[in-house]
């Protein structure tokens, strides 16, 4: 019968590994953020990322498609029945220049293997958590600002991000502000998180580096709170490399130490990935 045949057509994905996209939004001419069908399968700490992508275009000689795949974090939480990335747009970039142009009902490449460092389990237990972001490196913190476990471990949470424009710092002041009003995540959130955004090429009422706003001490000033220490302190970094440098020269000189999964310490680094 037809129906029958209707809902098999369905169910078989036209891409290995197929997500469906449910959702996308466009935040300024360089960045956006699109939401995917979760696979039943898929299990991830909050945090974590993923390779997703598209089929290359086929060869032009042997007609044979291969996936191009990119490391992206999860910028969901791992309770959330869907899957949302944060993305920018290069428009030569081989993944986003085309990426960008995705629509609902269309299907990405998600290859269902989460890893990273920035999870809660690569940190050793300690007072107040330190979310280092510059750009997209915010996506990973959009999920861990979310996760109860973060919240249950730590008294107080401080999100830093640092981008050159206000319009780039649109999707971390909205989530935010999601959940300081939202009924259950800000009953999971406590009061506890607090929000540092900086632009460095723009007038805003923070401005600098979020490296030189830790070094001067103007961050503690500003929020009233002692200078890091490897007793109460911990850090999750990600950003561009010369920001992840900088950034743990700072951290180390503060007496905080890198950890691993393996081996949790004071502070866990990641690159924001960028095509
Ligand atoms: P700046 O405007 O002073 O370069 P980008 O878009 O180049 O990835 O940078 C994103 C943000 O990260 C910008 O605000 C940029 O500041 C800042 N940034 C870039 N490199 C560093 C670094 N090494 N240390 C601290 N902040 C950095």
């Given at each position: 019968p037809q129906a029958a045949a209707d809902v098999k057509t369905k169910a078989?994905?036209?891409?290995?590994d197929a997500a469906k996209v449910t959702e996308v939004k466009h935040w300024n001419d360089r960045l956006f953020s699109f939401k995917v069908e979760r696979p039943q399968t898929l299990r991830f700490r909050s945090g974590e990322f993923v390779m997703i992508g598209l089929m290359n275009d086929p060869?032009?000689?042997?007609g044979k498609q291969k996936p191009l795949l990119r490391a992206y974090s999860i910028?969901?939480?791992?309770?959330?029945e869907e899957l949302e990335f944060y993305s920018i747009k290069v428009q030569?970039?081989?993944l986003t220049s085309r990426l960008q142009h995705i629509q609902p009902g269309d299907e990405i490449i998600l290859r269902p293997k989460p890893v990273g460092?920035?999870?809660?389990?690569?940190l050793l237990p300690g007072k107040r958590l330190w979310m280092f972001a510059t750009g997209t490196g915010i996506a990973p913190f959009a999920s861990l600002m979310r996760e109860p476990e973060v919240y249950e471990k730590f008294e107080e949470v401080i999100l830093m991000h640092t981008c050159r424009e206000v319009s780039e710092l649109e999707y971390g002041r909205q989530l935010v502000e999601h959940i300081k009003s939202d009924e259950i995540l800000s009953e999971i959130e406590d009061g506890k998180l607090r929000y540092y955004p900086t632009t460095t090429r723009e007038a805003f009422h923070h401005k600098g580096r979020v490296t030189d706003n830790l070094a001067s001490g103007k961050v503690f000033e500003d929020l009233g709170i002692p200078p890091l220490c490897p007793e109460n302190d911990r850090g999750m970094v990600c950003g561009n490399l010369a920001f992840n440098k900088d950034i743990m020269k700072i951290l180390d000189g503060f007496g905080l130490r890198e950890g691993a999964n393996s081996e949790p310490k004071e502070y866990v680094v990641e690159k924001a990935f960028v095509d």
């Open positions: 078989v994905p036209t891409l290995p060869d032009p000689k042997t910028a969901s939480p791992s309770w959330d030569d970039g081989p460092t920035l999870v809660v389990d690569a």
